[in-house]
C-alpha cells in the first residue's frame, strides 16, 4: 500500500489513491489495537502450577524478582532481593504454602538460583536441598 501511494503523481486515480489511503488508515487502526492489546496483558518471565495457586514470577533487575498469585494480585506477594523471600503481608497458611512452593520452584528449577533465605533471618533454603525435598535428588 504504502508502495503504490508512493509512486509518482498520476500513477493512482483519485478514487484508487482514496481507496489506498482508507485501507491504510484502518490497517493503522488495526496495528495500534494490537499493540494496546499485547501491551496490556499481563507480563511475567515464568509461571508454575503449584495446587491450588498458579504462580507467576517476574525479574526484576540482575538480582531480584517478584511471585504473585495468578488472577489474585491484589493478594499478599513475594519479593524476593537476591537474597530473601519476603511476604508483602501476612497470608493465610495455604496461600502462603502453595505461594512459598511456586516461589521456590521457580528460583531453583527456572531461574537456577543457588539459595534463598526464606524471611528475614530465616532458614537457608539451598537448591540441592530442594531437590532432595521433592525427591528429585536422593540425600
Known amino acids: 500500500m504504502r508502495r503504490a501511494l508512493d509512486a509518482p503523481p498520476g500513477t493512482l ?17 488495526a ?12 507480563q511475567w518471565d515464568a509461571q508454575v502450577r503449584e495446587p491450588p495457586l498458579t504462580v507467576r514470577a517476574q525479574r526484576l533487575g540482575e538480582r531480584g524478582g517478584m ?6 494480585e491484589g493478594c499478599p506477594h513475594l519479593a524476593w532481593d ?3 523471600l519476603r511476604f508483602s ?3 493465610p497458611a495455604w496461600y502462603g504454602a502453595a505461594l512459598l512452593g511456586g516461589a521456590l520452584r521457580i528460583l531453583f528449577e527456572h531461574w537456577n538460583v ?6 528475614e533471618g530465616g532458614p537457608v533454603m539451598r537448591r540441592r536441598e530442594w531437590f532432595e525435598r521433592i525427591g528429585l535428588v536422593r540425600e
Do not use: I, M, N
Open 13 to 29: 486515480t483519485g478514487r484508487e489513491e482514496a481507496r489506498l489511503r482508507s485501507q491504510a488508515h484502518q490497517l493503522g487502526h
Open 31 to 42: 496495528l495500534y489495537d494490537l499493540y494496546a492489546e499485547v501491551f496490556g496483558a499481563p
Open 67 to 72: 511471585f504473585w498469585a495468578a488472577r489474585d
Open 82 to 84: 537476591g537474597e530473601t
Open 89 to 91: 503481608a501476612p497470608a
Open 114 to 119: 543457588g539459595k534463598a533465605r526464606l524471611g
